[in-house]
């Protein structure tokens, strides 16, 4: 079994593609009957973008209005663990399910906030399929390698992607 502090890629990408396309489908129809309307559910991360290697989990983002916050961030923390790794601000949270299979991550986000941009980093993965390549590069470059080292190297990717997307878009935030 591999290590969690290491990044490892999932053996076979289309099994966790398939599991992480179950297990959304089962979490968006529980979150859609317990969140606020004005909510925005989207299955994020590489498991929802074809041909994208993966580490295997589900990635989800649910968006909503800055009123509704902390309505909904109440609702998650009631189902889901708080993911302790991570910054929580007013605008955002992360939660997880270290239980489920495949792992579940949930980020919490408000509308036009500054964490407000994991779906614009999937949906450039979409729109790119040379960017899905670089990704995918990066990724077999840190397979193995510690988590804090992968996540560096990712984080510093997907800010070089957003700002490339952003440019190219007039500088709009991509709302």
């Known amino acids: 079994m591999p290590l969690p502090d290491r990044f490892h890629i999932a053996a076979d990408h289309e099994y966790a593609r398939a599991a992480a396309e179950r297990l959304f489908a ?4 529980q979150l859609v009957a317990v969140l606020p309307k004005t909510c925005e559910l989207l299955h994020i991360g590489a498991t929802s973008v074809p041909g994208c ?18 309505a909904t961030e109440a609702a998650l923390a009631a189902r889901y663990a708080r993911n302790s790794g991570s910054v929580r601000t007013n605008e955002f949270a992360a939660f997880e399910d270290d239980a489920s299979t495949p792992h579940l991550g949930i980020q919490l986000t408000v509308k036009g906030g500054e964490f407000d941009v994991f779906h614009r980093f999937a949906d450039a ?28 190297a990712k984080d510093a990717f997907v800010t070089d992607a ?4 952003s440019a190219e878009h007039g500088g709009e935030r991509g709302e």
């Open 125 to 152: 993965l979409r729109a790119d399929p040379a960017l899905v390549k670089r990704y995918n590069e990066l990724k077999r470059v840190y397979d193995g390698q510690p988590m804090d080292r992968y996540r560096a």
């Open 53 to 70: 290697l993966t580490k295997g989990d589900l990635d989800i983002v649910v968006r909503m209005e800055r009123e509704d916050f902390q």
């Open 162 to 165: 957003l700002r490339g997307r």
């Open 26 to 29: 089962a979490v968006q129809q």
